[in-house]
């Protein structure tokens, strides 16, 4: 480092202009490279952060003009966390979490048996992952059918099995979030399926095939061998996973709408529901930033915990 | 068991013939909701509920529900070609966005080129609800509300587009570059005509990866579009699905007319899709 600026003040000072024209140039090239994107997420996302916190703090209604803007402080925050609806949102967000290490542990054996023990490994890998690629809209409307509570072809099935009162799974708010549940690990399976099929990739096989000479059985090579050395593909996922379950809207709105009587709302959706259906454009601002404030611990959280325990090689 | 091993190993592997056979079971108990869906879009719609499930329509009325669907109140057709439209276009510009900051941040160097990249990557974080309802405002000043023009836009400033391609630049060998710049090729013809083709495999995941997401979008299209005409196939999907309420043979004709361009790229394109899914393409 020191080595560069020492040759850097030795160059003879007539170099000096032509030198700092070409950084010029440089400049202004890279600000004509990256100019379109800087601008698209300055204006698109940027200025609206900013303004959402702005907005957080206000009581207005966005079909009213601008000069109907009242501030009223941490009024909405306080609203918030007595809220029933908000709270329940906030809740089911924390269930919805339970989908992760379901999905992680499914997809993970499942990744195992692909990757060694069958024939078509390709053709299985497209199977699993259909769902994924699939319109969240398209399947959401499928699942409305197939588990309508009195003629959907799952009720039919659990009728015909001699379970006498099956349950109404959407229309009922004690299986609606279970059902959303299942439904969301069906989804996302795929993708967890593929990153752990990579992840095994990067296994040197010789740890396993020195392992076998020690006498290790299956279950052994499992825990000494492939999780710890997965962990950093599972710390991936994992933290992909949360932040992206308080993401879910697609699925919550086109199956249930939050429904029934708020049973799985979770804040994106009542956060849309406020700002769009009920034009509470203040309030719903101030759940944006609630979101914010959590995605931002959730990132803070997940530097703290790389370095405690991800086996990096 | 050393001389287990090796018996097996000479003869038909049994283990892995019971595995496949297991994991096709698996696989298709797995696909048994697309399963039932293709099959009731052929039924008549008296027959969609008759248990046990018929999986082979008893009596056939594909051609007329997918008429329906197609040509009907709610014509498909009109979806599919705005659909196309708007993600045609958006894959275009973000791909074109997002390589030309890829290549500024990555080959040119310029004062301030590290924040400004920290800032675009710490926008990535932001969850895209929390900043609907300012967005939402913003476009109806801009006159950007309920357009094809709007909703292109919103998909056309990618950060994971410009990380990835990033990543594929700095992963390009120098020599390439310096090699055009002895040559006096300024930073548009390297980019164009060097740069780029270069990363070309990176650029076509990126490409499907954006096609897809556009396409099977929902929140974008449900918030920035008011007017019928300009619905696309997801927000249609939906609106048919509650006005036929009853016509469920009808309703799985569209889900299944909605599904399967998409299954078409994504087995044409599988690779590219799993390469980018394995660089941590979650949508965005």
Same mark, same amino acid.
């Given at each position: 480092m020191s080595q560069i600026s020492r040759t850097g003040a030795g160059i003879p000072l007539s170099a000096a202009p032509r030198r700092s024209r070409q950084r010029l140039k440089e400049t202004l090239y890279g600000y004509l490279f990256i100019g379109p994107m800087f601008l698209g997420v300055f204006v698109f996302t940027v200025l609206p952060i900013l303004a959402v916190i702005a907005l957080s703090i206000t009581d207005w209604s966005f079909i009213a003009g601008l000069d109907k803007i009242k501030w009223n402080g941490l009024d909405n925050f306080e609203r918030l966390f007595r809220d029933p609806i908000f709270l329940k949102s906030l809740q089911n967000n924390f269930y919805l979490l339970v989908t992760i290490p379901v999905t992680m542990i499914l997809s993970l054996l499942l990744a195992i048996v692909l990757n060694k023990h069958v024939f078509l490994k390709d053709l299985f890998k497209v199977v699993f992952f259909m769902p994924y690629i699939s319109s969240i809209v398209a399947v959401a409307i499928v699942y409305q059918v197939l588990f309508h %509570?009195?003629?959907?072809p799952v009720n039919q099935a659990l009728i015909s099995l001699g379970v006498g009162n099956p349950p109404k799974w959407l229309a009922d708010t004690h299986y609606a979030l279970i059902s959303v549940m299942m439904i969301q690990v069906w989804v996302s399976i795929g993708f967890y399926l593929i990153i752990y099929l990579a992840g095994l990739?990067?296994? %040197?096989k010789d740890l396993y095939e020195s392992a076998d000479i020690d006498g290790a059985n299956a279950w052994h090579k499992f825990r000494s061998i492939t999780v710890p050395l997965l962990s950093p593909t599972s710390f991936f996922l994992l933290v992909t996973g949360v932040i992206y379950s308080f993401r879910i809207f697609d699925l919550i709105a086109v199956l249930t709408a939050g429904g029934p009587a708020g049973s799985t709302s979770v804040i994106v959706y009542y956060l849309y529901d406020s700002a769009f259906n009920n034009l509470k454009t203040g309030y719903a601002s101030s759940m944006a930033v609630v979101l914010l404030i959590l995605t931002l611990a959730i990132t803070g959280l997940q530097w703290l915990a790389q370095k405690k325990w991800v086996n990096y090689q | 068991m050393t001389e287990q091993t090796a018996a097996t190993k000479r003869t038909v592997p049994f283990g892995k013939i019971a595995w496949t056979v297991l994991v096709a079971i698996l696989g298709i108990v797995f696909l048994l909701p697309f399963l039932w869906m293709v099959s009731t879009s052929f039924k008549l719609e008296a027959d969609v509920f008759n248990y046990p499930i018929e999986w082979i329509p008893s009596t056939w009325n594909a051609v007329q529900n997918y008429t329906d669907v197609w040509n009907g109140q709610y014509p498909f057709a009109h979806y599919y070609w705005n659909t196309i439209k708007v993600t045609l276009a958006t894959t275009a510009i973000s791909v074109c966005v997002s390589s030309m900051a890829a290549y500024g941040f990555s080959v040119i160097r310029f004062r301030g080129r590290g924040v400004l990249f920290m800032v675009v990557l710490a926008t990535y974080m932001v969850p895209a609800q929390a900043i609907l309802v300012p967005q939402f405002v913003l476009y109806r000043w801009l006159g950007l509300f309920d357009s094809h023009f709007g909703l292109v836009l919103l998909g056309s400033f990618s950060v994971f587009g410009t990380f990835m391609l990033r990543q594929f630049f700095l992963g390009l060998h120098p020599e390439y570059l310096e090699s055009a710049k002895l040559d006096g090729a300024g930073h548009i013809r390297t980019f164009v005509s060097i740069a780029l083709p270069l990363v070309k495999p990176a650029v076509a995941t990126y490409a499907i990866l954006r096609f897809i997401w556009t396409w099977n979008d929902y929140q974008n299209p449900l918030i920035f579009l008011r007017s019928d005409g300009l619905y696309t196939l997801q927000l249609a999907m939906r609106k048919f699905a509650d006005m036929y309420t009853q016509h469920y043979a009808l309703i799985m004709a569209g889900t299944v007319s909605a599904i399967v361009p998409l299954l078409v790229i994504f087995v044409v394109g599988q690779k590219q899709v799993i390469e980018g899914i394995s660089f941590g393409g979650v949508k965005g």
């Amino acid at each position: 480092m020191s080595q560069i600026s020492r040759t850097g003040a030795g160059i003879p000072l007539s170099a000096a202009p032509r030198r700092s024209r070409q950084r010029l140039k440089e400049t202004l090239y890279g600000y004509l490279f990256i100019g379109p994107m800087f601008l698209g997420v300055f204006v698109f996302t940027v200025l609206p952060i900013l303004a959402v916190i702005a907005l957080s703090i206000t009581d207005w209604s966005f079909i009213a003009g601008l000069d109907k803007i009242k501030w009223n402080g941490l009024d909405n925050f306080e609203r918030l966390f007595r809220d029933p609806i908000f709270l329940k949102s906030l809740q089911n967000n924390f269930y919805l979490l339970v989908t992760i290490p379901v999905t992680m542990i499914l997809s993970l054996l499942l990744a195992i048996v692909l990757n060694k023990h069958v024939f078509l490994k390709d053709l299985f890998k497209v199977v699993f992952f259909m769902p994924y690629i699939s319109s969240i809209v398209a399947v959401a409307i499928v699942y409305q059918v197939l588990f309508h %509570p009195s003629y959907g072809p799952v009720n039919q099935a659990l009728i015909s099995l001699g379970v006498g009162n099956p349950p109404k799974w959407l229309a009922d708010t004690h299986y609606a979030l279970i059902s959303v549940m299942m439904i969301q690990v069906w989804v996302s399976i795929g993708f967890y399926l593929i990153i752990y099929l990579a992840g095994l990739q990067n296994i %040197p096989k010789d740890l396993y095939e020195s392992a076998d000479i020690d006498g290790a059985n299956a279950w052994h090579k499992f825990r000494s061998i492939t999780v710890p050395l997965l962990s950093p593909t599972s710390f991936f996922l994992l933290v992909t996973g949360v932040i992206y379950s308080f993401r879910i809207f697609d699925l919550i709105a086109v199956l249930t709408a939050g429904g029934p009587a708020g049973s799985t709302s979770v804040i994106v959706y009542y956060l849309y529901d406020s700002a769009f259906n009920n034009l509470k454009t203040g309030y719903a601002s101030s759940m944006a930033v609630v979101l914010l404030i959590l995605t931002l611990a959730i990132t803070g959280l997940q530097w703290l915990a790389q370095k405690k325990w991800v086996n990096y090689q | 068991m050393t001389e287990q091993t090796a018996a097996t190993k000479r003869t038909v592997p049994f283990g892995k013939i019971a595995w496949t056979v297991l994991v096709a079971i698996l696989g298709i108990v797995f696909l048994l909701p697309f399963l039932w869906m293709v099959s009731t879009s052929f039924k008549l719609e008296a027959d969609v509920f008759n248990y046990p499930i018929e999986w082979i329509p008893s009596t056939w009325n594909a051609v007329q529900n997918y008429t329906d669907v197609w040509n009907g109140q709610y014509p498909f057709a009109h979806y599919y070609w705005n659909t196309i439209k708007v993600t045609l276009a958006t894959t275009a510009i973000s791909v074109c966005v997002s390589s030309m900051a890829a290549y500024g941040f990555s080959v040119i160097r310029f004062r301030g080129r590290g924040v400004l990249f920290m800032v675009v990557l710490a926008t990535y974080m932001v969850p895209a609800q929390a900043i609907l309802v300012p967005q939402f405002v913003l476009y109806r000043w801009l006159g950007l509300f309920d357009s094809h023009f709007g909703l292109v836009l919103l998909g056309s400033f990618s950060v994971f587009g410009t990380f990835m391609l990033r990543q594929f630049f700095l992963g390009l060998h120098p020599e390439y570059l310096e090699s055009a710049k002895l040559d006096g090729a300024g930073h548009i013809r390297t980019f164009v005509s060097i740069a780029l083709p270069l990363v070309k495999p990176a650029v076509a995941t990126y490409a499907i990866l954006r096609f897809i997401w556009t396409w099977n979008d929902y929140q974008n299209p449900l918030i920035f579009l008011r007017s019928d005409g300009l619905y696309t196939l997801q927000l249609a999907m939906r609106k048919f699905a509650d006005m036929y309420t009853q016509h469920y043979a009808l309703i799985m004709a569209g889900t299944v007319s909605a599904i399967v361009p998409l299954l078409v790229i994504f087995v044409v394109g599988q690779k590219q899709v799993i390469e980018g899914i394995s660089f941590g393409g979650v949508k965005g």
